[in-house]
């Protein structure tokens, strides 16, 4: 099954609402640190390309590695012409720290190598361009796509996949079928957005285990899917 209507309501809990959830999402992530792209974006990292390569990075990479792991690979290269230009063992170690950094250094040399000698030096900005490169599924494109544009995508990581299944929003066993079941309910004003607030919120209030639904502001609408242990 990939999607479903929201729940029948518990006793004692509101409707679902996505703009009062997003309201109350944005209080209680205000003091967290932001979600790897959207600081490295507040830091002056939001091209389309610098995008690409940080949510590369970023695969079963946590944020605190990635985020320090990504500046100090633009402080050397940040286009896809200064990138093209290094070598595989000097891009190896700029990743060290990151997952898998040879794979991943080999994947963006790869695809800044081809944005310069078959694309004339334009980033592709639609999913399928994105795509085309190795590497590059659709939540990093979903990602890369509406950090750096705004595009109204939907990025689905293990964060967004808990979370909005939990809430009974939507019921999918796996996060591409998650983003699929979005897609029919989630307004577009929001899409780019819930990646933004979930991550933070899914690691210090909506955790994998033992959830802190006693402190959660979404409590009252939310319909706690499969929590058995909460604190």
């Known amino acids: 099954?990939?999607?479903?209507?929201?729940?029948?309501?518990a006793p004692q809990k509101e409707p679902f609402d996505f703009d009062e959830v997003f309201r109350r999402l944005r209080a209680a992530v205000a003091s967290l640190r932001k979600a790897a792209m959207f600081e490295l974006?507040?830091?002056?990292?939001?091209?389309?390309?610098e995008q690409l390569v940080a949510s590369l990075i970023s695969a079963r990479?946590?944020?605190?590695?990635?985020?320090p792991v990504c500046?100090?690979?633009?402080?050397?290269?940040?286009?896809?012409?200064?990138?093209?230009?290094?070598?595989e063992p000097a891009l190896v170690r700029l990743l060290h720290g990151a997952t898998f950094p040879e794979p991943k250094?080999?994947?963006?040399?790869?695809?800044?190598?081809?944005?310069?000698?078959?694309?004339g030096g334009v980033v592709p900005d639609t999913s399928e361009g994105l795509m085309a490169f190795h590497g590059v599924g659709p939540k990093i494109a979903a990602l890369t796509l509406g950090v750096a544009l705004?595009?109204?995508?939907?990025?689905?990581?293990?964060?967004?996949?808990?979370?909005?299944?939990?809430?009974?929003?939507?019921?999918?066993?796996?996060?591409?079928?998650?983003?699929a079941a979005l897609a029919a309910v989630l307004?577009?004003?929001?899409?780019?957005?819930?990646?933004?607030?979930?991550?933070?919120?899914?690691?210090?209030?909506?955790t994998g285990e033992r959830p802190h639904c006693s402190r959660c502001a979404l409590?009252?609408?939310c319909r706690q899917v499969g929590v058995t242990a909460h604190r």
Request: with cysteine; aromatic share 4%.
């Open 41 to 49: 974006q507040d830091r002056g990292h939001g091209s389309l390309f």
């Open 219 to 221: 409590l009252s609408m």
């Open 1 to 9: 099954m990939t999607s479903a209507a929201p729940a029948a309501l």
């Open 150 to 179: 705004g595009q109204p995508r939907i990025a689905v990581d293990v964060h967004v996949h808990r979370i909005t299944n939990r809430w009974g929003i939507v019921a999918a066993s796996t996060p591409e079928r998650t983003q």
């Open 105 to 119: 250094a080999r994947d963006i040399l790869a695809l800044s190598r081809r944005i310069m000698g078959e694309l």
């Open 61 to 67: 990479t946590r944020d605190e590695t990635t985020i």
């Open 187 to 206: 307004p577009e004003r929001y899409r780019v957005e819930i990646n933004e607030r979930l991550v933070p919120f899914g690691k210090h209030v909506c």
């Open 71 to 87: 500046l100090r690979l633009f402080a050397v290269a940040r286009t896809p012409e200064r990138m093209a230009s290094l070598d």
